[in-house]
């Protein structure tokens, strides 16, 4: 595979993407172009797209029409292990561990798998990105010990396990305290700031605001306001999607 | 040697035992179909309910659907205590339930099939009733009225069920339970009792379904092996959980096993159900006829 | 690291293990011993191939009978049309195997636990109802075989069907504990865990899974070949037997899947005790305790033996905080 893309091309391009189940369309000719290095905020009611339109970009899900390009390379057909080695990685709304793996072997999955090319022992690089996302005591501890956080921060770091380049984070925040909320948004700032382009759905307006260099809001699987927070929430239509129910 | 009239003979018996092998499905249906619990022990169960008709038959000289209809209630219980164990072993803990939760019916199966064979041994056992062993006569073909005699309980059986799912508060709540466990939890109802009962008339109904299947032909320890293909062709051909397309399905079924016996001998028979089983899973494993 | 050292250990053990079955063949005169110890053999060939699907993948193969027949009828039919050596039966039966494994692993693009498990007993009967009408060796009423002459240095056809056996079984068990210390491993339990996840860190699940039921049908398969010359008859009712796949997957679910050596134990345990209680008692109770044993492991000790004696295992059988 050639990459050949131009320095300041977006990172990620999706081009009128669109998703039906059965008769519904979740998703109706969505385009978006991501910058890289960009923190980019998707909002949106429940059940307006959000997550099919990152499961499209993940690849667990195919759209019918449209593509999604990253770096350059059009990869709308790819399973989603091959755009994990390209370097998206994402977590999920309801954490996914890998139940019957203690802490640092759910990161040495995507190390072993995933980001190829490392000289570091992959023991040494678990346990840094576990030390950074403040996990490091739990190394050994198998999944179902950790509390809502600790979880929420696992999938972050499993995430972060695969090196992407693109970190989708699925409500990483939903049912956290407000400290909590503040903790993982830290870290999530501080990975933005290491040139990792972020997505991150978000309920949570406060996180949206602090976090987005951009915002997206998506209303049944239609783009219905982007560009900067401010703007976004001042939008009526946005605010009709939010209250006006 | 194929013929018009021996086609339509063998649709006819096709249509007949579609209707019993609905009747022998339909508790798969709602265990399976409805409460997701992978029960491959389902046609065990429906042959131990079988030999038990035999016992009361053969004892007591009672009537098989009789027989069938007196041990219900312990079928009843029986599927209430299964319901239990499996609840408390598997669903509560969650973790790795899949394979853990598919062995357990299966050892369960084996555990059944080997006790049948300690108490009556690895010959085919029948009953007797006024009914088994004459045949009407139209014309060229003959038909058992064993074989009417099933199809008529078996349809009963397979409508009064799905009226029950469908008209009665405890059936609707056994479909909600299905689709929204936690709506139900909202409203007060506790659906792990729910479910047990559901459970409970599934295992329940196989006490008529296992007098049918005594009443249809001699009955051996392994004959629950062949109805895995059957039960589970047919439910899952229904689409999950689907009362009235478990009836179509059982009839498709039916037809098309009766065809090939006739055309191709016995030998390729056992094949069929499992063949039509593959072929649903690889193409529509939503059923064809489901959501 | 003692990763080495452990190999070493590994490697010792085999050839140790090897090596007393080879002197065994020329030092005991009686025959039985051998009968016993090839069923034992088999069952842990049996046990361990079963539980790199089963177990390190989570995929419940009711089908260990499909594959066995079919190493079976592979064996008679090469035998009986060209006379093929012993050791050209097993390598085709392994080759078929590894066909229908590939078959069963495209299964898994579809389904997964237990439409997949019931799917893999579909594909089981098809196979045997097709290979009952098969002619050529013998339909439904089974076929009888001739031995040919037995190879040096043994002095019985069973002799050295056991020492085949063994090597068939260690075999199982070095490229079980291959998988299970390599990333395939670590990828296998992942997708068993959960599979999208496993897929959105980069596994290939698809590829694994298809190299799981490839490698385990193969060994099922070359495992079952032998069993015609053993019983010099083959029929289509017993090379399909579905107590072969309650076997395999009692013995491995019994042992415990979380590392090799559980399916061998499981299969050494339960099978001497079958063993046993088929000479003493009676056929049926020994599939009935096998049964029991199944039951009460799966309800109460969920990690197998293994679990019961390490406690890294029981840490991980969930549920209990």
Redesign the interface.
């Known amino acids: 595979m050639t990459v050949t893309a131009a320095p300041d091309a977006p990172l990620l391009q999706v081009g009128t993407l669109t998703k039906t189940f059965g008769g519904f369309t979740a998703l109706d000719n969505i385009s978006v172009d991501i910058r890289k290095g960009e923190r980019f905020g998707l909002i949106g009611p429940n059940g307006s797209g959000k997550t099919t339109l990152i499961n499209c970009i ?3 899900l195919r759209p019918q029409v449209g593509s999604v390009v990253f770096c350059g390379e059009d990869i709308t057909q790819l ?4 755009r ?2 390209r370097g998206i ?2 977590s ?1 709304q309801i954490p ?6 203690t802490v640092l ?1 759910n990161l ?3 190390l ?4 190829v090319g490392s000289s570091l022992p992959e023991e040494d690089v678990a346990m840094s990105i576990l030390t950074r996302m403040g996990l490091a005591s739990k190394a050994g501890a ?1 999944t ?2 950790l509390s809502q956080v600790e979880l929420r921060k696992m999938e972050l770091a ?2 972060l ?2 090196r992407p380049k693109l970190l989708i984070s699925d409500e990483a925040m939903a049912g956290l305290s407000s400290s909590e909320v503040d903790e993982v948004l830290d870290l999530l700032i501080s990975l933005g700031e290491e040139d990792i382009t972020i997505i991150m759905i978000e309920h949570i307006m406060q996180a949206v605001m602090r976090f987005s260099e951009r915002v997206m809001c998506l209303d049944a699987g239609r783009i219905i306001a982007i560009g900067a927070p401010a703007e976004v929430m001042a939008n009526k239509r946005v605010q009709e999607a939010y209250l006006g129910t | 040697m194929f013929s018009m009239d021996l086609l339509l003979g063998a649709v006819v018996l096709g249509v007949l035992l579609g209707c019993f092998y609905a009747a022998v499905s339909v508790g798969l249906s709602v265990s399976f179909g409805l409460l997701d619990v992978p029960h491959v022990a389902h046609p065990a169960f429906l042959v131990l309910a079988s030999y038990g008709v035999y016992q009361l038959n053969e004892s007591y000289d009672i009537d098989p659907l009789l027989a069938g209809l007196a041990i219900t209630p312990l079928f009843f219980l029986f599927g209430l205590l299964a319901y239990r164990v499996y609840y408390e072993t598997f669903e509560r803990r969650g973790s790795d339930a899949g394979v853990r939760g598919i062995a357990f019916f299966f050892g369960i199966a084996f555990i059944i099939e080997v006790l049948i064979i300690l108490q009556f041994g690895v010959d085919q056992r029948s009953v007797s009733a006024t009914y088994i062993g004459k045949s009407w006569r139209f014309g060229e073909f003959r038909i058992p009225i064993r074989q009417l005699v099933a199809f008529a309980v078996a349809l009963a059986l397979t409508v009064l069920l799905a009226v029950y799912l469908s008209k009665t508060f405890m059936g609707r709540a056994i479909r909600a339970v299905a689709q929204d466990e936690e709506a139900l939890r909202l409203m007060g109802a506790n659906p792990v009792r729910i479910k047990q009962f559901a459970f409970g008339i599934a295992t329940a109904v196989l006490g008529i379904a296992g007098a049918l299947l005594i009443i249809v032909a001699p009955v051996e320890p392994t004959l629950d092996r062949a109805y895995i293909g059957r039960t589970f062709c047919v439910v899952v051909m229904a689409g999950l959980g689907s009362i009235s397309g478990t009836l179509i399905a059982a009839i498709i079924l039916g037809v098309a096993e009766s065809i090939v016996l006739t055309m191709f001998g016995a030998s390729w028979a056992p094949a069929i159900s499992f063949a039509m089983l593959l072929g649903v899973l690889a193409v529509r494993p939503q059923g064809l006829l489901g959501r | 690291m003692n990763k080495h050292r452990h190999s070493i250990a590994f490697w010792a053990g085999v050839a140790i293990f090897l090596v007393a079955v080879l002197s065994m063949t020329q030092i005991v005169r009686n025959e039985y011993p051998f009968f016993a110890g090839y069923v034992i053999l088999q069952f842990i060939a049996l046990a361990v191939a079963w539980s790199i699907l089963g177990g390190y993948a989570g995929y419940v193969n009711f089908g260990t009978n499909a594959f066995f027949g079919v190493g079976v009828y592979t064996a008679v039919g090469l035998f009986k049309a060209t006379g093929a050596p012993l050791v050209v039966q097993i390598a085709a039966a392994a080759v078929i195997g590894m066909l229908l494994g590939f078959a069963v692993g495209l299964l898994t693009l579809r389904m997964r636990g237990i439409f997949f498990s019931i799917a893999t007993i579909a594909l089981a009967i098809i196979i045997e109802t097709f290979v009952m009408n098969w002619r050529f060796v013998g339909g439904a009423a089974g076929i009888q075989l001739q031995r040919p002459p037995v190879m040096a240095p043994f002095d019985s056809y069973v002799k050295m069907l056991f020492f085949v056996q063994a090597l068939l079984a260690v075999t199982a068990v070095a490229i079980a504990r291959y998988i299970q210390n390599s990333r395939i491993g670590r990828g296998l339990q992942a997708l068993r865990d959960d599979e999208l996840a496993a897929e959105c860190t980069g596994v290939p699940t698809l590829k694994l899974k298809l190299v799981a039921c490839m490698i385990s049908g193969a060994l099922i398969s070359a495992a079952g070949a032998p069993a015609a010359m053993y019983l010099q008859y083959a029929d289509p009712s017993s090379a399909f037997n579905l107590s072969y796949s309650v076997s395999a997957l009692a013995m491995a679910l019994i042992g415990g899947t979380a590392h090799w050596i559980g399916p061998v134990l499981g299969a050494i345990l339960l099978g001497s005790t079958q063993q046993l209680l088929a000479v003493t008692i009676s056929s049926e109770v020994n599939v009935l305790v096998l049964g029991i044993m199944l039951v009460l492991f799966v309800v109460g000790a969920p990690k197998g033996i293994i679990g019961l004696l390490r406690p890294r295992y029981r840490l991980r059988a969930g549920g209990k905080p």
């Open positions: 993940s690849g667990a399973p989603p292990h091959l994990a080695r990685a994402r999920f996914r561990p890998f139940k019957s793996m072997e040495m999955v995507g072993d798998f995933a980001a198998s179902d010990t499993r995430a396990a695969v």
